[in-house]
């Protein structure tokens, strides 16, 4: 079982910058692959990026080039660098696990409750 516990939300100015974090409990989480999906009232659920367990990583096209995600085994733990942040990178960040780093919501096996992303203009 892997538990997932994302922090780093919050409110920030157009054009500025947030560094979300996933930390996982478990033994496995080097071999697992991370991502962060992200949901907006009204939307339907997005990928925004996942990393492989060997480091490999893919961005959805509307974040490529602002946002960075990382991990470091040691800690447990992913992140997600946003920087140059719009208005329509507001909403609920959510972190996943799983053993392929997909784009597809479906194919995760965990998930962490979310933390709120707010970009005032």
């Known amino acids: 079982q892997v538990q997932l516990i994302e922090s780093g939300g919050g409110l920030v100015q157009v054009g500025g910058s947030l560094r979300l974090s996933c930390t996982a409990s478990g033994r496995t989480f080097n071999w697992y692959a991370m991502g962060w999906f992200r949901q907006a009232p009204g939307k339907e659920r997005e990928f925004v990026a996942a990393i492989t367990w060997s480091g490999s990583t893919s961005y959805a096209n509307s974040v490529k080039g602002r946002f960075t995600i990382s991990r470091d085994n040691a800690k447990k733990t992913v992140y997600l660098q946003m920087n140059s942040l719009k208005p329509e990178d507001t909403a609920d960040y959510s972190c996943?696990?799983?053993?392929?780093?997909?784009?597809?919501?479906?194919?995760?096996?965990?998930w962490g409750q979310g933390t709120q992303v707010t970009v005032s203009s």
């Open positions: 996943v696990a799983g053993i392929h780093g997909t784009t597809a919501w479906g194919s995760y096996d965990y």
